[in-house]
């Protein structure tokens, strides 16, 4: 089924979004985000709620959410050791 321009809109932003919660909290970096990694869903949730130590915000979701995948070329930053996937 095709999307309209808000749900892909939702979609780039929650991708965004989670990206830079997870970089700010563990200093993740996916390191291979591309579409084949990129799963979408159907979802009745209408918001989605991300924040970090200084920010809050919330995205619609228009009826999609977005799920990240293959964790590979992946690396979280505990403190001072980096672990790769």
């Known amino acids: 089924p095709s999307m309209d321009i808000f749900q892909s809109l939702s979609l780039v932003l929650q991708t965004a979004s989670a ?9 993740f970096e996916h390191r291979d985000l591309h579409l084949g990694n990129w799963l979408i869903r ?3 949730k209408q918001w989605l709620s ?5 920010w809050r915000w919330s ?3 228009f009826g ?8 590979t070329m992946s690396r979280i930053q505990i403190g001072q050791c980096y672990i790769r996937y």
């Not at 991300?50 to 200084?54: F, K, L």
């Not at 999609?64 to 964790?71: G, H, K, P, R």
């Open 59 to 61: 995205i619609p979701t």
């Open 19 to 27: 990206l830079a919660v997870a970089e700010c909290a563990f200093g």
């Open 64 to 71: 999609v959410q977005a799920f990240l995948i293959d964790f």
């Open 50 to 54: 991300y924040s970090t130590r200084q």
């Open 42 to 44: 159907p979802t009745e």
